[in-house]
């Protein structure tokens, strides 16, 4: 069988975290390593796992301070090394199908280049009722959604040893400013655009719980306040540059092709150069990606918010 790990940052997620932590280890078909982070929780969380581990091996706890999810998610990436076959994300608060992780895996066992596998989401409520199904057809996976506007769920990923041997890379990693803006699974899902491919299965394997409580989830925010929250903090703006500006100077090396190179550092450095601006203006597409207004998007441009 497979050896697959399973990260997961945890930040005060007693209330759920059992039925998650169920679902993730009895896993068909999958040897199963779970490793938690723990974000500087102050609730029973951990009390939780040192329960579980008195029984079973494959569960290891890493306690450490709070440095927010991106950047927690991200160590954990790091710390798991190339000791595995496959990775994957998890979140503390959803229920997984026994047969998650093994879909995902039959989709890109056979793939040789850095791949990324993404499944839709089942949406439930706070007691596992069913809401919807998240996609009713494939969402977007090219690098330019992701990086403008990321439609895949981290918590739904799998990816293979040729892609974790890249975002492990020491010259690789994503700065902390990036994460400010763009959290883990975008910069993820953005390497796999970019330097490999992205494999996409419209049916569901997780309960994505939808609940007051969660940190990223499916949520219809108001354009104009999402407008007035960045405009007001210099840390929510640049997201998309700032990506394709390390994508860039991180991965060229192993990028595509050059239509892909050039994309990124146009939008990677639209600010310096006048010429790469004047056709980032004229890129309807990129506003089309993030659904913004025609004002709303040569005002980011003129005023370096993009």
């Known amino acids: 069988m497979e050896n697959i790990v399973v990260l997961m940052s945890l930040y005060n997620g007693s209330r759920y975290l059992k039925e998650q932590i169920d679902s993730i280890i009895n896993q068909k078909d999958v040897n199963v390593k779970l490793i938690i982070r723990n974000d500087g929780s102050s609730d029973n969380s951990v009390e939780i796992i040192n329960e579980y581990m008195k029984t079973n091996n494959n569960i290891v706890l890493i306690n450490d301070n709070n440095i927010g999810l991106a950047r927690s998610f991200m160590n954990l990436v790091y710390y798991a090394k190339l000791d595995y076959d496959y ?18 895996i039959n989709l890109i066992k056979n793939k040789n280049n850095p791949t990324l596998y ?7 409520d ?7 199904i998240r996609y009713k057809k494939d969402p977007d996976v090219s690098y330019k959604q992701i990086i403008s506007n990321n ?3 981290g918590c739904t990923f799998v ?5 974790q041997s890249l975002l492990i890379d020491e010259n690789r990693k994503p700065s902390d400013e990036l994460l400010k803006k763009r959290i883990h699974d975008v910069w993820v899902a953005s390497v796999a655009s970019t330097c490999g491919e992205i494999v996409y299965d419209k049916n569901s394997y997780i309960n994505y719980r939808q609940h007051s409580n969660n940190v990223v989830g499916v949520r219809k925010n108001s354009k104009i306040k999402t407008f007035i929250k960045k405009f007001n903090n210099p840390d929510l703006r640049c997201g998309r540059s700032l990506i394709a500006y390390e994508l860039f100077n991180k991965f060229n090396d192993v ?31 990129y506003r089309e990606y993030n659904s913004e207004s025609k004002f709303e998007y040569k005002f980011k441009i003129k005023h370096k918010f993009f």
């Open 87 to 104: 990775y994957c994300f998890a979140d503390q608060d959803d229920v997984w199908m026994d047969n998650k992780l093994i879909s995902g």
């Open 118 to 124: 993404a499944s839709n989401q089942t949406l439930v």
């Open 126 to 132: 706070e007691n596992l009722k069913l809401i919807d």
């Open 151 to 153: 439609l895949i769920a």
């Open 159 to 163: 990816w293979n040893k040729q892609l």
């Open 255 to 285: 990028l595509i092709n050059d239509e892909i190179k050039h994309e990124l550092d146009m939008l990677g450095n639209y600010k310096t150069n006048k010429a790469y601006k004047k056709e980032l203006l004229k890129k309807i597409q």
